[in-house]
């Protein structure tokens, strides 16, 4: 298990877009470098803002024919993001940090969660060169059949991850470090917990409201200079709420999430 503070850490999160190049030039404008386009064997295609040891994967599907369905073990990550785009555009799952997928699986099978099959796949990275590299990783997805709108899965890299980061795309106009906090909606806040225990997650990474439905609803991401960011934010056009210790964007700019930039601390 990935430990840091005492639980497993956010490895990204998945930002599920019906426009993919719509979305990545709306980042863009928000001062995010994002790597270029990457295809998935099952039917998504993505674009990455990497950060300092996490990121965000904006996600759509860009091959509908590659898409196949689930079954009553096997879980379709296409189809689930597909699924998901049918109702609405947001945060369609949190992926967490793991260095060992055999140890994930037992692990969660001892805490009691539902898993599905082993996931496994490859795809070819575009390195700041231009060159291509092929990526490996085996995902493990703890699933609550009661919140189908939350799903938490463990990626671990096959590759070294310093094939996977890269300087030069982790260097952002905005000054963006890492995401420091996501933020969850919940109609039980003590079940919500409840999982996050079994998921051995670092507690201090998950911010969670009582409301109407179950859903990741944001993140927050911290800076390395926030008046830099805010001058950035407020070129873009967006509407948002600029107050002294962070600039928040709301939901109908940024596809279905809030975004809220504040200072690291001791930055």
Known sequence: MVE???GREIDHLVLAVRELETAALTYQRLGFKLTPQ???PFGTGNRLAQLQGNFIEILSVTEPDW???SGEEKFSFGAYNRN???RREGISMVSLQSTDWLRDRIDFEMAGLSLHAPFAFTRMAVQPDGTEVEMGFDLTFAFDPSTPNVVFFTCCHRHSLNHFYKVDYQAHPNGAERISAVFIESTDVAGTERRLSA????RTLFEIVSGQRDAFTGFAMDVSDLSVTRQILLDSGLDLDNAPDAVTIGPDSTF???VK???EVGA
Not at 199 to 202: C, E, I, R, T
């Open 4 to 6: 840091i503070m005492g």
């Open 38 to 40: 990457a295809q998935h």
């Open 67 to 69: 898409v196949s369905e």
């Open 84 to 86: 998901f785009l049918a």
């Open 199 to 202: 998921l051995g997650v670092n």
């Open 256 to 258: 279905g999430v809030t």
């Open 261 to 263: 930039f504040r200072e």
